[in-house]
C-alpha cells in the first residue's frame, strides 16, 4: 500500500449530471480520508448527455473551496487510476440492493485483484431515489430539475 501517512479515496462515477445525492455521499465521506479524488470515468459505451468539460467544471465549481476534495478524469479501471494517485479506497453509494448487488463483486475483485477496499455509504433517505438518469429523463423532456441537482 502506498501513501500509508494520508488515506486518499477515489469516488468514482460518471457525474452526468452530479446530483444531491452525490453531494451527500461525498460531504459525509469527507471525515473519513484526508483527501477525495471525484474521478469522472469516461466510458465509451454511455452516452452523456454533458460533456466532459461541462462536468468537470460543475464538480469543481461546486468544491472549489475545499482543499481536501480534488477532480479528475480518466479512462479505463477505476482500481488502475486509484494506483495512479496512491488511493486505498474506493467510495460508493448505495442506494438499494440492486445497487448493492452490483456492487459487491466490484469490491470483491477490487479487494482480491489489486488490494483496493471499497467504502460503502448508504444513501439518506431524502436522496436515494435520486439518479443522474432520472435529471437526464427530465432535462431531455424540458422538465424542471433544480430540486435534484446542487
Ligand atoms: P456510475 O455510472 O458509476 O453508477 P453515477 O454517477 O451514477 O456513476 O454514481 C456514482 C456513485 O454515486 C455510485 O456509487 C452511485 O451508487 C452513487 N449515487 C448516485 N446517486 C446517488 C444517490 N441519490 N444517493 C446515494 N448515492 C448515489
Redesign the pocket.
Same mark, same amino acid.
Given at each position: 500500500m502506498s501513501n500509508t501517512s494520508k488515506k486518499i479515496a477515489v @469516488?468514482? #462515477? =460518471? @457525474? &452526468?449530471p452530479i446530483? /444531491? %445525492?452525490?453531494v &451527500?455521499?461525498i460531504n459525509r465521506a469527507l471525515p473519513l480520508f484526508d483527501t477525495i479524488i471525484i474521478a469522472i #470515468?469516461s466510458?465509451a459505451t454511455?452516452n452523456h448527455m454533458w460533456s466532459l468539460r461541462d462536468r468537470k467544471i460543475a464538480i469543481e465549481t461546486l468544491f472549489k473551496n475545499n482543499d481536501a476534495i480534488k477532480v479528475a478524469a480518466y479512462e479505463g479501471l477505476t482500481a488502475t487510476f486509484c494506483k495512479s494517485q496512491g488511493a486505498q479506497f474506493i467510495v +460508493? #453509494? /448505495? +442506494?438499494n440492493s440492486t &445497487?448493492f448487488e452490483y456492487?459487491q463483486t466490484i469490491a470483491q475483485a477490487n479487494d482480491k485483484v489489486n488490494g483496493i477496499d471499497s467504502v460503502f $455509504?448508504i =444513501?439518506?433517505p431524502e436522496? %436515494? @431515489? $435520486?439518479? =443522474? =438518469?432520472i435529471v437526464r429523463d427530465i432535462a431531455r423532456n424540458g422538465g424542471d430539475y433544480s430540486k435534484l441537482v446542487p
Amino acid at each position: 500500500m502506498s501513501n500509508t501517512s494520508k488515506k486518499i479515496a477515489v @469516488f468514482p #462515477g =460518471s @457525474f &452526468d449530471p452530479i446530483t /444531491l %445525492g452525490h453531494v &451527500d455521499i461525498i460531504n459525509r465521506a469527507l471525515p473519513l480520508f484526508d483527501t477525495i479524488i471525484i474521478a469522472i #470515468g469516461s466510458n465509451a459505451t454511455k452516452n452523456h448527455m454533458w460533456s466532459l468539460r461541462d462536468r468537470k467544471i460543475a464538480i469543481e465549481t461546486l468544491f472549489k473551496n475545499n482543499d481536501a476534495i480534488k477532480v479528475a478524469a480518466y479512462e479505463g479501471l477505476t482500481a488502475t487510476f486509484c494506483k495512479s494517485q496512491g488511493a486505498q479506497f474506493i467510495v +460508493r #453509494g /448505495l +442506494r438499494n440492493s440492486t &445497487d448493492f448487488e452490483y456492487e459487491q463483486t466490484i469490491a470483491q475483485a477490487n479487494d482480491k485483484v489489486n488490494g483496493i477496499d471499497s467504502v460503502f $455509504i448508504i =444513501s439518506n433517505p431524502e436522496y %436515494g @431515489f $435520486i439518479s =443522474s =438518469s432520472i435529471v437526464r429523463d427530465i432535462a431531455r423532456n424540458g422538465g424542471d430539475y433544480s430540486k435534484l441537482v446542487p
